[in-house]
């Protein structure tokens, strides 16, 4: 994923190619206000911390490392069901890049040779089998959202999340589910989404 820090401190990630997503935004008040941006690996933001007194890392002594964890900008953790919900932004993150990294690169893993320089590149990119099993878990994490906000009655936000589901088997458990915790407003909605 191509990654880019702006002066303000915010971290975005260009996800396959079709738009940049900010994924970090440092608040003033913290430690790592002043994060310099060196790479990204596994999904997490690998940098340095300058000295408070300093305006950039130092080159002798070398800092230490830092890594910061994808943490998407003005959505504030606190809440278990938004937390939740930022999981599986980042779920579904993580798997449109992922299917992104697939299409373009599959190639190359099947090719490349261990002695090859830019195998390791290859290496991790997740075959079809993986994928499948990555989109199940977004679209678990999505349903189960879902669940929760039918029982709660909010079916605008239920909504929303079920015009995000790909799968046909994830759209016939949000019926079910509606039937069965009596959400009549929400079942011919659902339905709808099923005959597009």
Known sequence: MIVSQDS????????????????YLTDEASKAAKFWLIGVHDYNFIGV???????????????????????FPYIKEDDNEIKKQSEVMKSQLVLDHERFRSNQWVNYKITREKTDNFYTYSDSILDKLELVQLEENVEKGIVQMIQEHV????????LILASTLKKMKSLDICLFLCNNLNATPLIPKINDLIEV
Do not use: C, H, S
Not at 151 to 158: D, L, R, T
């Open 8 to 23: 303000r401190g915010i971290i975005r990630g260009l996800t396959g190619f079709k738009q940049w997503v900010p994924l």
């Open 49 to 71: 911390i300058p000295e408070k007194d300093e305006l950039e890392p130092a080159v002798n002594p070398r800092p230490a490392i830092k890594v910061l964890k994808i943490k």
């Open 151 to 158: 029982i709660a009655g909010e079916y605008e936000k239920a």
